[in-house]
């Protein structure tokens, strides 16, 4: 057995050793990773003791609450040392310097493993990989027979290279209830992934409850693609929402809420045709950018920012058909009094009324690459999926980029050419392996704008957990490893060893995923996903 052990020097050296280096397999790969010769592994017994101070209490609490039920017993938190083993965790913020906000260090000996980190969140990502040190079957909710808890002898020193690791699903093309939203956390905290955008909103309904606009739920919310009929749909209360956030928090994953505007507006149109719709022929896929429109939206905005208290707001602002503003007479006399020469000003003006408004409240827009059309808004940052090309235009003018490029990482699209999915690319675990988040064409200040990456899972044909897991893994293992690893670490054949004994613990977390060797044919629907229009099935 071998196992790659990354010197500080960047240099990779291949090391010969004993069974024991089969139980290393963490995925994402850490940055280094260096096998001790001591004899001896450290055991966790009953007897072993948690020792945390101040904060990294709370992520000690956590550390008992994953490893209990496997093992079979609830080890104690403590102060201090006692006679047992201990687990030490540590915070120093000097280690922020070297580490980063997220990086840990993780030392394990005979008698002794400490996690250090200059945050919380450090500690949490450290404690996933000690947990990935166990057997797979530490990740299972059953107290698990004939195991053996123990870690080998080494040192970790680890920390991201994105702090954007991200994924989407959306609960508009197919409502999500609360429990699979917490699977869904559970699982992506594993992989140390820290977003998660939600689209909220789309043409097939509003899933979020905005008190100032009752009928976006009580109307909005009214279908959805199940196929099972208008009446059903569902939305989340804000008391669901802020459960949803602080779970995830909990986890130190950010839910980036997506609010979709202009396009993709149907159901908010439908519920709110004064306000928004175009008129007189309504069109359910575009909003009419009128000043009472940015005023309805902004107050949405303004209840969106009281539930999410994540820094950035997305505000979609993707695959407008501005042309049917050309054909709209309001819309044509609303452009000649604001002086905009084209839809594309238009578009870009009603976007840049909410990156002012959001900015204003200290937080910052997202939006997908369109928003560059008719002129960026100053403080936008762009999720770049029609390929890198806006991506890179916008970090070339000084904006923060996010990379969600269709090529990569589509995860509506099929892993294997007779299996469901959107359009016709294929987009296998090793293509993913393949996306690099940082063009060449960027040099070093303008790649520093690279936020990281990002997965999309868009729900059209994802009509429940099975199917929404099955999307997202292996290839979300691999999109891991390509934000939060080193550059120079990336080796696709080194990567399928440990993957397959990640596909053993989400087996164990009950997390469905799609077999490598898998060539189940579950025949193609693209039928099914035609634009969806309220109007019509309202
Ligand atoms: C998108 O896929 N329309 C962002």
Same mark, same amino acid.
């Given at each position: 057995?071998?196992?790659l052990?990354?010197?500080?020097?960047?240099c990779l050296?291949?090391?010969?050793c004993?069974?024991?280096?089969?139980?290393?397999?963490?995925?994402?790969?850490p940055?280094?990773?260096?096998?001790? =010769?001591?004899?001896?592994?450290? *055991?966790?017994?009953?007897?072993?003791?948690?020792?945390?101070?101040?904060?990294?209490?709370?992520?000690?609490? *956590?550390?008992?609450?994953?490893?209990?039920?496997?093992? /079979?017993?609830?080890?104690?938190?403590?102060?201090?040392?006692g *006679?047992g083993?201990?687990?030490?965790?540590?915070?120093?913020?000097?280690?922020?310097?070297s580490?980063? *906000?997220?990086?840990?260090? @993780?030392?394990?000996?005979?008698? @002794?493993?400490?996690?250090?980190?200059?945050?919380?969140?450090?500690?949490f990502? /450290?404690?996933?990989?000690l947990?990935?040190?166990?057997?797979?079957?530490?990740?299972?909710?059953?107290?698990?027979?004939?195991?053996?808890?123990?870690?080998?002898?080494?040192?970790?020193?680890?920390y991201?290279?994105?702090?954007?690791?991200?994924?989407?699903?959306?609960?508009?093309?197919?409502?999500?209830?609360?429990?699979?939203f917490?699977?869904?956390?559970?699982?992506?905290?594993?992989?140390?992934?820290?977003?998660l955008?939600?689209?909220l909103?789309?043409?097939?309904?509003?899933r979020?409850e905005?008190?100032?606009?009752?009928?976006?739920?009580?109307?909005?919310?009214?279908?959805?693609?199940s196929?099972?009929?208008?009446?059903?749909?569902?939305?989340?209360?804000q008391?669901?929402m802020?459960?949803?956030?602080r779970?995830?928090?909990?986890?130190?994953?950010t839910?980036?809420?997506?609010?979709?505007?202009p396009?993709?507006? /149907?159901?908010?149109?439908?519920?709110y045709?004064?306000?928004l719709?175009?008129?007189?022929?309504?069109?359910?896929h575009?909003?009419a950018?009128?000043?009472a429109?940015?005023?309805?939206m902004?107050n949405v905005l303004?209840?969106i920012?009281?539930i999410?208290?994540?820094?950035?707001?997305?505000?979609?602002? =993707?695959?407008?058909?501005?042309?049917?503003?050309?054909?709209?007479?309001?819309?044509?006399?609303?452009?000649?009094?604001?002086?905009?020469?084209?839809?594309?000003?238009l578009h870009s003006?009603?976007?840049r009324?909410?990156d002012?408004?959001?900015?204003?409240?200290?937080?910052?827009?997202?939006?997908?690459?369109?928003i560059?059309?008719?002129?960026?808004a100053?403080?936008a940052?762009?999720?770049?999926?029609?390929?890198t090309?806006?991506?890179?235009?916008?970090?070339?003018a000084?904006h923060?980029?996010?990379?969600?490029?269709?090529?990569?990482?589509?995860?509506?699209?099929r892993?294997?050419?007779?299996e469901?999915?959107?359009?016709?690319?294929v987009?296998d675990?090793?293509?993913?392996?393949a996306?690099?988040?940082?063009?060449?064409?960027?040099n070093?200040?303008?790649?520093?704008?690279?936020?990281?990456?990002q997965?999309?899972?868009?729900?059209?044909?994802?009509?429940?957990?099975?199917?929404?897991?099955?999307?997202t893994?292996?290839?979300?293992c691999?999109?891991?490893?390509?934000?939060?690893?080193?550059k120079?670490?990336? =080796?696709?054949? /080194?990567?399928?060893?440990?993957?397959n004994?990640n @596909?053993?613990?989400?087996?164990?977390?009950?997390?469905n995923?799609?077999?490598?060797? =898998?060539?189940?044919?579950?025949?193609?629907r693209?039928?099914?996903?035609?634009?969806?229009?309220?109007?019509?099935n309202?």
């Amino acid at each position: 057995m071998t196992v790659l052990k990354r010197m500080s020097s960047g240099c990779l050296v291949l090391l010969l050793c004993s069974q024991v280096c089969a139980a290393i397999s963490v995925v994402p790969q850490p940055a280094e990773l260096e096998l001790m =010769d001591e004899n001896g592994m450290f *055991k966790f017994t009953p007897e072993t003791v948690i020792v945390a101070r101040g904060e990294a209490e709370g992520e000690a609490k *956590k550390l008992v609450r994953v490893l209990a039920p496997a093992m /079979g017993f609830e080890l104690k938190t403590a102060k201090t040392p006692g *006679k047992g083993s201990v687990v030490l965790l540590e915070l120093d913020a000097a280690l922020e310097e070297s580490l980063g *906000k997220e990086g840990y260090r @993780l030392r394990a000996g005979p008698e @002794l493993i400490s996690i250090s980190a200059a945050q919380r969140a450090g500690l949490f990502y /450290g404690i996933q990989t000690l947990r990935q040190l166990l057997p797979p079957a530490i990740y299972g909710s059953r107290k698990a027979e004939g195991e053996d808890w123990s870690v080998p002898c080494l040192k970790i020193t680890d920390y991201p290279r994105f702090g954007w690791r991200g994924l989407l699903i959306d609960p508009a093309r197919h409502f999500i209830p609360v429990k699979d939203f917490k699977h869904y956390v559970d699982a992506m905290a594993v992989h140390k992934l820290n977003r998660l955008q939600i689209h909220l909103t789309d043409n097939e309904g509003w899933r979020i409850e905005i008190k100032r606009y009752p009928k976006l739920t009580t109307v909005g919310s009214k279908s959805d693609r199940s196929g099972r009929g208008p009446g059903h749909g569902g939305f989340y209360s804000q008391s669901d929402m802020r459960d949803i956030v602080r779970y995830a928090l909990d986890r130190h994953i950010t839910i980036i809420p997506e609010i979709e505007m202009p396009a993709h507006t /149907g159901a908010a149109s439908y519920a709110y045709p004064e306000e928004l719709a175009l008129k007189p022929k309504r069109n359910g896929h575009v909003l009419a950018p009128r000043p009472a429109a940015v005023t309805f939206m902004q107050n949405v905005l303004t209840e969106i920012m009281d539930i999410f208290p994540s820094r950035h707001i997305h505000i979609g602002g =993707d695959e407008a058909n501005t042309g049917v503003w050309k054909s709209n007479e309001e819309m044509q006399e609303q452009m000649r009094r604001m002086g905009h020469a084209n839809v594309h000003e238009l578009h870009s003006w009603f976007i840049r009324q909410m990156d002012t408004f959001l900015t204003e409240k200290g937080r910052r827009l997202v939006g997908w690459d369109e928003i560059l059309q008719g002129g960026l808004a100053s403080g936008a940052t762009v999720m770049s999926w029609r390929g890198t090309s806006g991506g890179i235009a916008a970090a070339k003018a000084g904006h923060d980029v996010v990379m969600a490029p269709t090529s990569h990482t589509y995860f509506d699209y099929r892993q294997a050419p007779k299996e469901l999915g959107l359009g016709r690319s294929v987009i296998d675990v090793q293509k993913v392996y393949a996306f690099e988040p940082i063009p060449a064409d960027l040099n070093a200040d303008e790649a520093r704008h690279v936020l990281g990456g990002q997965g999309q899972l868009w729900g059209e044909l994802i009509k429940d957990r099975e199917r929404r897991e099955f999307m997202t893994y292996p290839r979300a293992c691999a999109l891991a490893e390509v934000l939060w690893s080193p550059k120079d670490a990336r =080796d696709f054949n /080194g990567f399928l060893p440990r993957l397959n004994v990640n @596909l053993k613990r989400l087996r164990a977390s009950n997390v469905n995923y799609r077999r490598l060797d =898998d060539l189940l044919i579950v025949g193609t629907r693209d039928s099914e996903v035609e634009e969806f229009d309220y109007f019509e099935n309202n």
